[in-house]
């Protein structure tokens, strides 16, 4: 069968590629992982066109990888077993924004970029919780691999707030999920079963997203950052659980990096907001008051390194250090295991992330984000390399994979893992749970088209 | 500098595509012209770096037919480098330059960037058409060549020459100058290609040439000043031109006579006008006011704002040669179409410009988008000649 032929009669030829060039950029992105060979690149418009495209796939036994933005870093968009890439972006349109129910209706492809423009300029007064990923990341990306963004703490993480999807099922069918299925209103995903958990963690080996209803808040009218230092990572468990126990935040990022200098203890950087001036003085007052318990031992930042730490973490769309991390060796890219700790595993792990970090002559560069209100901690353990330097990629992906088995050791989960994390999680998984993973995989995907490569041994 | 000179720059590149957008986030959507319009992510700034050092850097691929197709259909608008949040940024398009240079050196250009090249080395102009001919616009205009003594040279470039959209404002533009009483000829058939988007499409022996033969003519006439219709023009005499010639771009001149009263708008000119900043003018030099210091300047004009504008400026499309050649191909979504249309949401009746290659690129696309009725592109040139009392 002629299948460029038959894609080009989906989609047009503008928006169909077989040759070298697409390819060769729809086989890697800009973390350490190896390289995959596309077949094809695809960029639909419509569900329509998703869905003919999948019954092709499924027909034709070919693999299907849905890509967003790819900015994973962890290959999670490469595919692994070749087939068709199949970019989402030219379905970039905003639906609705429920203003009252507080909701925002959006295809697959709407980048968080596009998004946070649109309500910017429509509705200042509401935002969604943006990731420190690129602007050119998808909400819906974002969502499958269960990002994090700006109101993390206050708000919970990103797959949490999802009210509603639209999927096209590895067979083909289109398929509504949450207050969708039975009304016209995205509000709400309860108080159904939750089918949405069908697809979100599961890196597009169940299905193809194609709306996706998102959870917009109060945007505050205030909003700052403070910066304490301490040295003494022992403390940390506590500290997080007294900070939390005040329930005012944002968002908590810690970061400790060998370079600069000033970064190398660890950085608490809780975020605070509020609609009222009054209310916002109290909030960070409380917060710097905390201190006192720890008298001596965690301090606050100020003057120029609280500034730059402003610049580089207040800004929504972020231009973060991890962004600058990429040209840290100037050699454009980094990697990041991104393991989830139970709060009192963190100061373990973050020893043992500095001895693996020297161990393959890389300076440490820790970046965490607390997880909802001091449940859990996103530990982001990166490594730059040098694009350039075939043997400095494959160093931090032995780097990557060290860390994350360090991580399970401790009894921590892989986020976003690439291939090779997510196998050394399925070897540790409850074989009940992995051998339900499969049936679940199989009964909707039984030609495993999807993705495949991911979330199998 | 050469594409050697930057090996150890490409692979920085992080493929995070802050590139795409605006500044500011103003605006919903993506402001690289070629992205906007392929949206495969080889049609992008990032895209377009890793090719090149697969490519040309590396070896890993071979240059293709295709890979040439995707180099020059880029715009150099330089919407990339202005947004790049990298410490290498400025050198994005360099890079992009670069890379087309050695395009040229092993010959593997598409055919319509060969074509133009080849045209301006036999004729001057990319269009093939008579050294003789250069000055047909101005027959039956007062506007004379240049003589010694004269205070500025008006350097008309290839599209206001021959392009019979922009003629009109070259006309217009002449006719604003003599009413100036400033001293200023043209060069007639002594004019030849400025050489900038020679230079874009990476033909440094032929833009190295003219650059040769421009300087020559100027300084046998004993030119000092020159003033030029093209944004594209003002850039390459500016930059990369010899400094003793003192260049402006006529909005910069005609902003300066309006202030010293050489010029009286007080005519006034009625309508609702929305301005596009051409990217040679806009990014390039940093040149934003003066136009806009004009339009406000006449008694009538209420000027409205696109949603990009400035630094945020979208692309007509017709940047780095693509007035010509079309490698970025036609459609729907064309800069030029994506342009007007967003003029026309303003809510505009003229949509203003100050480059000839804007010009015709937006005149187009205003058929193109039937919206002919409702807008019409006009040079601030010949705003200005209608606003003169
Ligand atoms: C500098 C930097 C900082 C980052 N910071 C953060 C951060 O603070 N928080 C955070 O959460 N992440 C962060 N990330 C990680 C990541 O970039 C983001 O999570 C991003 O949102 C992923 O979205 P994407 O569109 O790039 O997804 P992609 O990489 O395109 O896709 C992710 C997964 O989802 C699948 N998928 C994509 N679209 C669909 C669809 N329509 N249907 C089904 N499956 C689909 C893909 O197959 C893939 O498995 C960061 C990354 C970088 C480079
Ligand atoms: S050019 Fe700059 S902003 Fe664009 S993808 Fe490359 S590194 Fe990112
Ligand atoms: S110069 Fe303009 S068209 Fe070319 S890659 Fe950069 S933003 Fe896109």
Redesign the pocket.
């Known amino acids: 069968m002629d299948i460029y032929g038959s894609l080009v009669e989906i989609v047009g030829e503008e928006f169909v590629s077989d040759q070298e060039e697409e390819l060769y950029i729809y086989s890697r992105d800009s973390g350490a992982q190896q390289p995959r060979k596309a077949d094809y690149v695809v960029v639909p418009k419509t569900v329509e066109e998703v869905q003919k495209i999948v019954l092709l796939a499924n027909k034709e036994k070919i693999p299907v990888?849905?890509?967003?933005?790819?900015?994973?870093?962890s290959g999670?968009?490469v595919p692994l077993k070749g087939g068709i890439v199949l970019d989402?972006k030219r379905m970039d349109r905003i639906i609705e924004i429920n203003e009252k129910s507080k909701y925002a209706l959006l295809e697959?492809g709407v980048t968080q970029g596009a998004l946070y423009s649109h309500l910017q300029k429509n509705y200042p007064h509401l935002e969604h919780s943006m990731?420190?990923?690129?602007p050119m990341?998808?909400i819906?990306?974002?969502v499958?691999?269960q990002?994090?963004?700006h109101l993390s703490v206050s708000c919970g993480i990103?797959s949490q707030m999802v009210n509603g999807m639209e999927v096209v099922l590895p067979t083909g069918e289109v398929c509504k999920l949450g207050s969708c299925s039975v009304s016209p209103y995205w509000f709400t995903r309860d108080p159904l079963p939750d089918l949405m958990g069908l697809?979100i963690g599961w890196?597009?080996t169940t299905?193809?997203?194609t709306k996706i209803a998102l959870q917009l808040f109060p945007k505050p009218k205030f909003r700052d950052l403070l910066t304490f230092t301490s040295n003494e990572l022992d403390l940390l468990p506590d500290f997080i659980f007294d900070i939390t126990q005040l329930n005012l935040m944002d968002n908590l990022f810690i970061i400790s990096q060998e370079w600069p200098p000033w970064a190398q203890g660890i950085l608490y950087v809780p975020i605070v907001s509020a609609q009222d001036e009054e209310e916002f003085e109290l909030k960070k007052k409380l917060h710097i008051e905390l201190l006192r318990k720890y008298e001596g031992k965690i301090t606050l930042v100020e003057g120029k390194h609280a500034d730059r730490m402003r610049e580089a973490r207040l800004p929504v769309p972020p231009v973060?250090l991890?962004?600058m991390a990429a040209d840290a060796k100037q050699g454009g890219g980094f990697e990041y295991t991104g393991g989830i700790v139970p709060i009192e595993k963190v100061p373990e792990a973050s020893t043992r992330s500095v001895e693996i970090a020297h161990k393959y002559g890389q300076p440490y560069l820790l970046g965490y984000?607390l997880l909802t209100s001091g449940h859990s901690m996103m530990c982001g353990l990166a490594y730059c390399l040098n694009r350039a330097d075939d043997e400095d990629v494959e160093k931090v992906r032995n780097a990557i994979d060290e860390t994350n088995k360090m991580i399970l050791d401790v009894g921590g989960v892989l986020w976003?893992a690439e291939a090779p994390g997510q196998r050394l999680m399925v070897q540790k998984m409850d074989p009940n749970t992995i051998n339900l993973m499969k049936r679940v995989m199989k009964a909707l995907d039984p030609n495993a088209i999807m993705?495949p490569g991911?979330w199998s041994e | 500098m050469a594409l050697a000179d930057y090996k150890d720059m490409v692979h920085r590149c992080f493929r995070?595509g802050y590139c795409k957008f605006t500044s500011d986030y103003s605006y919903v959507g993506f402001n690289c012209p070629i992205y906007s319009k392929a949206r495969l992510e080889s049609y992008s700034p990032g895209g377009l770096m890793w090719l090149i050092y697969a490519s040309l850097v590396k070896g890993k691929l071979k240059p293709s037919k295709h890979f040439s197709e995707i180099l020059y259909s880029c715009t150099m608008c330089r919407n990339c480098s202005e947004e790049c949040k990298f410490q290498f940024h400025d050198d994005i398009v360099h890079v992009l330059k670069a890379a087309r240079e050695e395009m040229v050196d092993r010959q593997l250009m598409p055919p319509m960037v060969s074509q133009f090249l080849k045209n301006v080395y036999d004729y001057g102009n990319p269009y093939r058409e008579l050294k003789e001919n250069r000055d047909n616009w101005a027959e039956n205009t007062d506007i004379r060549h240049y003589e010694e003594d004269d205070e500025f040279l008006y350097y008309v470039g290839c599209v206001g020459s021959y392009d019979t959209v922009s003629q009109k404002a070259a006309r217009a533009l002449g006719n604003v100058l003599l009413r100036s009483g400033l001293s200023f000829g043209i060069l007639g058939s002594r004019e030849i290609c400025d050489g900038n988007e020679v230079d874009m499409l990476g033909e440094k022996g032929l833009f190295e040439f003219l650059k040769e033969e421009n300087t020559k003519t100027f300084k046998e006439l004993g030119v000092k000043k020159i003033v030029t219709l093209s944004p594209h023009s003002y850039n390459t005499l500016k930059n990369n031109y010899s400094d003793e010639f003192e260049v402006f771009h006529y909005t910069q001149l005609l902003r300066d006579l309006i202030k010293s009263g050489k010029l009286d708008v007080s005519r006034g000119f009625k309508a609702k006008v929305t301005y596009h900043d051409p990217c040679f003018l806009g990014r390039y030099n940093n040149e934003y006011d003066a136009p806009r210091e004009i339009l406000t300047a006449i008694p009538g004009i209420e000027l409205i704002e696109m949603e990009r504008t400035k630094e945020n400026s979208f692309c007509c499309g017709g940047g780095g040669g693509n007035f010509y050649t079309d490698v970025i191909g036609g459609g729907e979504n064309t800069p030029s179409r994506i342009r007007v249309r967003e003029a026309h949401e303003t809510g505009a009746s003229i949509l203003a410009v100050s480059c000839p290659v804007c010009m015709m690129m937006l005149e187009d696309a205003l058929k193109a988008e039937g919206l002919e009725n409702d807008l019409a592109i006009k040079d601030i040139s010949e705003i200005m000649d209608a606003a003169l009392a």
């Open positions: 990888t849905p890509m967003g933005g790819g900015l994973t870093l999670l968009a989402m697959a990731p420190d990923a690129p990341a998808t819906v990306g974002n499958v691999i990002g994090h963004g990103n697809f890196l597009g299905g193809i997203i973060t991890g962004v984000q976003k993705n991911n | 995070c």
